[in-house]
């Protein structure tokens, strides 16, 4: 069912210097910081050959991120994502599975106008998992 591996995200709490590590210490070409209010956080994206990296940033007090980083106060790897092709057959399946969807299972717009759904982690080895449509 799952495709291509589309993203891996990473939640940092210090924008700056997340941005600095991946340009200078690993050398890798960045895009400019975009913020996106309606999704709680600033990102920076990173394009590798075969896939993204996401740098998320909280933005503004209802962060879905925030909580993540009290947690986790140095940073880390928030969640990855998936690629499918048709999302209402991809959640049909999970349903069937026995899979847990949050936010009620409903298909929401992602940070990249696609739609997209979350997983429970502690369905999937404690990792957070997000299918995206393409
Ligand atoms: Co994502």
């Given amino acids: 069912m799952i495709g291509k591996l589309n993203h891996i995200a990473i939640a940092v709490p210090d924008l700056e210097l997340a941005v600095k ?37 909280p933005l503004g007090e209802e962060s879905p991120i925030a909580t993540f980083l009290q947690r986790n106060p ?14 209402e057959v991809a959640k049909e399946h999970l349903i069937t599975e026995g899979a847990r ?16 759904l979350f997983l429970h982690p502690k369905d999937f080895m404690g990792t957070l998992i997000e299918i995206e449509q393409i």
């Fill in 101 to 116: 969807l949050l936010g009620g299972g409903i298909p929401r717009t992602g940070a990249h106008n696609k739609p997209v």
């Fill in 21 to 57: 590590t991946y340009q200078v210490t690993l050398g890798a070409a960045i895009s400019a910081p975009l913020a996106l209010p309606e999704h709680g956080v600033t990102t920076v994206f990173i394009n590798l050959p075969n896939t993204k990296i996401e740098l998320l940033h």
């Fill in 74 to 87: 140095a940073g880390g790897m928030h969640h990855i994502c998936f690629e499918v092709d048709d999302i």
